[in-house]
């Protein structure tokens, strides 16, 4: 198939039950290392805030909404708490201040949901 230059594909996302299945099957062994972590101190690697946290927050931020029976302050209390402490830093709070650009950006490169 020939593309013209600068042209974008429609690209057509469907994710199957098993894929679902899968996603969150590995969500459920997430939590459960985040909550095994997070018993031997206040932040994933310990008593200091760090890298580890930055990156597993994009995860985890979602995560109490799209799967509230895995991460919730019954089965991941330690996790909620982090979360809390997460959503209140300043980065975090100016970070979640910018603009919400992935529907659009998903839209200029063909991708439907």
Do not use: H
């Not at 974008?8 to 459960?32: F, H, P, Y």
């Not at 799209?66 to 809390?84: Q, V």
């Amino acid at each position: 198939m020939q593309v013209e230059p600068g042209a974008r594909e429609k690209v057509v996302v469907n994710i199957g039950e098993d894929q679902l299945a899968d996603a969150k099957a590995a969500l459920e062994v997430s939590v459960e290392r985040m909550e095994a972590r997070l018993a031997e101190g206040p932040w994933l690697t310990g008593e200091s805030y760090s890298l580890a946290d930055v990156d597993t927050y994009s995860m985890a931020a979602g995560a109490s909404r799209m799967f509230p029976e895995l991460m919730n302050e019954t089965a991941a209390p330690r996790c909620m708490d982090w979360l809390a402490r997460m959503d209140v830093r300043p980065a975090v709070q100016e970070a979640l201040t910018m603009p919400n650009k992935t529907p659009e950006t998903l839209a200029e490169l063909g991708v439907e949901l």
